[in-house]
């Protein structure tokens, strides 16, 4: 079966989404399907990635043309399965890699602590061109009878299908994301970079600190001013001292300046962007993201595949593949401090950590968030697709 998967950009250092298209078209190709990416600009080299729009002006192409150099590219080369990121009409399968455009307009705006701030946001993001066409392309798919499957990334995606589009439940697949957990981290990369966050905080290992990672790029959309907020909250009740590793490429000064305010910058520590995610992850206790939207975190997933506990959101939809109270915490809104300070609260128990990823091991929770089981259930549906071509 030959495969054409669908992306604006190919560049692995742009972060999860980026990286779940290499994974993903990897592990299809481990089943011995054919895939090549089509892909608007990028810089990866490979036989099987054809950049249409490589010679064009600009960091990005707009979606309009976009759209036109694949169909003209389709028309020339022939695939069974046209499995698209984008909102592509001629795709057999639509996967958002970013939920939909309505839910994630709506919940970009929440973000927003200044209620003024929000209402504008909601208000005016049609004024960005390109979001514009993304999102009259979705609606466009999802009204057409004959538009392709949507195949959410979790439950939280599907339901946003459902109630901004009505999309029926035929057009509907979920196929939850995965990742790869057969990485093995290098112990002495770990122990490391752990030595390095102890020099950092003049800490021992004898003092048993906590140390919560933050790992994003847009700290305001995944929580970060709520998360100093409640780390201070927490510091009046833990057990043993927590410490918040904030790890990405947001604007740091503006939250630092908020750690000051909360009287907890000495609990906090910005690091750059990390190129290895599983070296930080193991070397630290707990993952933590109390997001405003995440249609499904590949870091909460990272984190669980290395039986690390994780406090998030609802909002996050990788809170489908593990279990509230037993593998980690899920908080019903970022802004709801009291119980972002518990959830922290609860895991500067090491016994409490010890006992979630004893769960998590127990559970066999790799099995359920792997990338094989993700693409056993897509092939799956490529299957599906094919037999009703047939038909």
Known sequence: MKIAIINERVNVELGGAERSLFELSSALRSVRLQVDIIAAKGNATSKNIHFLCNDTAGKR?????????????????????????????????????GGSYPEAIIRNAASYQSSLTSFFKKTTSFMNSKRAQLLRAERRICVDPKGPIVAALSDYVADQFKRHYDLPQDRLAVIRNGVLTDKIPDIVEVDKFRASLLKQFSLKEADQPVFFLFAAHNFRLKGLAPLIQAMQLAAANEKQKAYLIVAGAGQKQK???????????????????VKKIHITIAACDVAILPTYYDPSSRFTIEALAAQKPVITTRFNGATDLFTNNRHGKIIDIPENIPALG???????????????????????????????????????LYDAIMESKNK
């Open 342 to 380: 518990k959830a922290i609260n609860y895991f500067t128990d090491t016994y409490h950590i010890n006992k979630a990823a004893t769960a998590i091991r127990n559970d066999r929770l790799k099995d359920n968030i792997s990338i094989s089981r993700a693409v056993r259930e897509l092939t799956k």
């Open 61 to 97: 192409t707009p979606f309009s043309e976009f759209e036109k150099s694949v169909k003209a590219f389709l028309g020339k080369n022939q695939y069974d399965i046209v499995h698209s990121f984008l909102p592509i009409d001629c795709a057999d399968i639509y996967q958002p890699r």
């Open 255 to 273: 939250y630092r300046k908020l750690a000051v305010k909360y009287n907890i910058a000495d609990r906090i520590l910005f690091i750059d962007s």
